[in-house]
């Protein structure tokens, strides 16, 4: 296992200077991350200091409360599969899931799915996991299979809480190899990168700014 390779290195603090960002990326690509993950504004750099190297590029969508609507989207989803970004992480309307109400939530998950599996971009599914219940969860995890996402994600990192075991747990056994789980949200150890791992989880969201550390106890330890 090498953890570099399930992290997708998040790069999404608002506040950041575009050289802020720039020495982000770069220090992604310097650890060998799967992917970062960028906001939409950044999206032409990131593709642009990504190329010809082993890490991909994903952008967010509807981030970070995941309430713009279906139509607006469908129509981010396309542009930004459109200037080529690899993958999309995408929040759910997780209030909508809160209160039951998944045929809205269903309606924008496939909208999404839609636009970029027609580009080859892959879709993550975010579901803000400190806001749901476990029963919501793993109903959200089926609507998710049903519309052909891709992965389903815990958090944004900007709520709360992160990811959790309970949570992951959750995700990963209703998934049922269904769909792929990606844990992300306060993963600042090594330990806790290996313990989603193993749990199940295919893709870790960490943060930038503890990439290296973790990328560094993991060839450390071995």
């Not at 906001?39 to 032409?44: F, G």
């Not at 809205?104 to 993550?124: C, N, P």
């Not at 992160?162 to 949200?185: F, L, W």
């Amino acid at each position: 296992m090498k953890i570099a390779r399930y992290i997708d290195h998040a790069v999404l603090k608002p506040a950041m200077t575009p050289e802020e960002v720039r020495n982000a990326i770069q220090l992604g690509i310097d650890n060998d991350v799967y992917s970062v993950c960028v906001q939409p504004r950044d999206i032409e750099l990131a593709l642009k200091m990504c190329k010809n190297t082993n890490t991909l590029v994903s952008c967010v969508l509807d981030f970070p409360h995941g309430c713009g609507g279906a139509e607006a989207k469908r129509a981010a989803a396309r542009a930004y599969a459109e200037m080529g970004v690899h993958e999309i992480d995408m929040v759910m309307n997780y209030g909508a899931a809160k209160g039951g109400d998944w045929a809205v939530v269903r309606a924008e998950i496939s909208g999404v799915v839609e636009e970029a599996h027609a580009r080859g971009v892959l879709v993550k599914v975010i579901f803000e996991t400190c806001e749901l219940d476990e029963r919501t969860i793993r109903e959200g995890v089926d609507v998710c299979v049903d519309v052909g996402a891709d992965f389903v994600k815990t958090s944004t990192g900007f709520a709360a809480k992160g990811a959790t075991p309970e949570a992951v747990q959750a995700m990963v056994s209703q998934a049922a190899g269904r769909i792929r789980v990606k844990a992300s949200g306060g993963i600042r150890t090594i330990n806790d990168a290996r313990g989603y791992v193993e749990m199940g989880a295919e893709r870790l969201g960490v943060g930038f700014t503890t990439t290296p550390a973790l990328v560094a106890a993991d060839e450390e330890s071995k």
